[in-house]
Structures are given as C-alpha cells and as structure tokens.
C-alpha cells in the first residue's frame, strides 16, 4: 500500500465528453504528478503540482489541465475527449526531489 | 516525449534462475527508480538510485546506478513465481521535475 488513492477506478467516456480523475497523495507528501499509460508502454509525464501550482509538464496539449488542492490532493481534467485518450492514468504522490510512489490507476476508455 | 530503452523487452525463466535487466538513456540522469508493475495496477517502486555507481538491495533484488549516468541495472536472484509482471526503470534529470521511464521488461517465470 503506497496510501496513494486514485478515483473513480475504471471509467468509459463517449468521445467529445470531459472527464475528471482524482488523486489523494500520500500524507506528507507535497507533489502530485500525473502519467498517462497506454496499453503495452511506459507511462509518460502529464504534469506537476507542487503546492497547487503547475510545476511541469510534458507532450500533451492544453485540454489536459488539473488542480492541486490545500490538502495536495488532486485532479486532472481531460477535456473534448478522444479516442487516443484511452488509457491507464496514474497519480505519483511525492517530496518535490523525492521518490514517487503510484496509485493504482484509473483505467479510462474512451468509446 | 524521452523513453529509455530497456532490455530485454521480455524473458522466460524457470523458478530458481537469476534474472538481470538494464535501462539505458541518451541523457545524463540524478536518479534512478526502478519499479514492478501487475496488470491493472499501479507501479510499486522496489529501488531508488541517487548517485553514480551506486549499488542498492532490496531483498532479492539489486540494483545499480551506472557509472557513466546514462544506464541502470537491475538483478533479481534465485527468482519465484511472484516476480512475475512488468519491470520499468525512471529515470530524472537534475532539471525538470518530471520521470522518464523504460518501456518496460516482461519476466515469465516458469515453477
């Protein structure tokens, strides 16, 4: 148990739709970061919050964008939803240089 | 966005074999991860490496930073059936926040 909670865990959404995912962090832990995984790959890096605040952000366009709560907790928002969208998505709680410790993922489809 | 390449893509060994896998990247890294994937979970983190040449242990497991912070090895001795799922190395860079990660190796282990 990494006490990393993802919500909800399995999803389907119809294309064009938004969705929102949410991520409680481990307590103590200051960072969120978000990785979208896709079938048969290694997950890649969404963005970052550190104290609620964007601190990073890969190769994905703008309609992926999400919040970090007082708590640390977060959410990522997937707008205008596409078939490609179709993936695991996974929460990493951390210390901002620390290691990052996953939760179990939330598994969207998109149809 | 940066995948390391990780090798071998699968392998197939019978209970009791040493198991040995590396993770290679075309940027000079400051940390290392290696983490252990089931199907439809999330990533749990077995090793953190922080400096270069590096050797760490986690039970059965052994892992180390290379020399020249472009690669990482990961050991598994005397393995068992529950070894069985999808190693990913991560790697990060002293700028930027976020993990790049392996495109993963298989392990089948056969009792």
């Known amino acids: 148990e990494t006490g990393v909670t993802q919500s909800p865990t399995h999803l389907i959404k119809t294309r064009g739709q938004q969705v929102t995912l949410r991520c409680s962090s481990q307590s103590g832990h200051n960072t969120v970061s978000w990785y979208q995984q896709a079938l048969g790959q290694g997950p890649q890096f969404i963005f970052q919050?550190?104290?609620?605040?964007?601190?990073g952000r890969g190769n994905f366009p703008p309609r992926f964008s999400g919040l970090q709560f007082p708590n640390y907790s977060s959410e990522l928002n997937v707008n205008a939803l596409e078939l490609d969208d179709s993936a695991l998505y996974l929460c990493a709680s951390s210390l901002l240089t620390g290691r990052a410790f996953f939760g179990q993922g939330t598994r969207l489809t998109v149809v | 966005g940066q995948q390391l390449n990780q090798s071998p893509q699968s392998m197939f060994i019978q209970e009791g074999e040493d198991v040995s896998m590396n993770c290679t990247s075309s940027s000079i890294f400051n940390t290392w991860l290696w983490y252990k994937q089931d199907p439809g979970e999330g990533p749990v983190l077995l090793i953190a490496l922080y400096k270069a040449g590096e050797l760490t242990s986690n039970g059965r497991l052994t892992a180390q930073f290379g020399i020249t912070r472009k690669d990482s090895f990961l050991n598994i001795s005397a393995s068992i059936p529950s070894d069985v799922g999808i190693y990913f190395c991560a790697g990060k860079a002293n700028t930027g926040n976020q993990f790049y990660f392996g495109t993963g190796t298989s392990l089948t282990v056969i009792p």
């Open positions: 919050y550190y104290r609620e605040e964007e601190n």
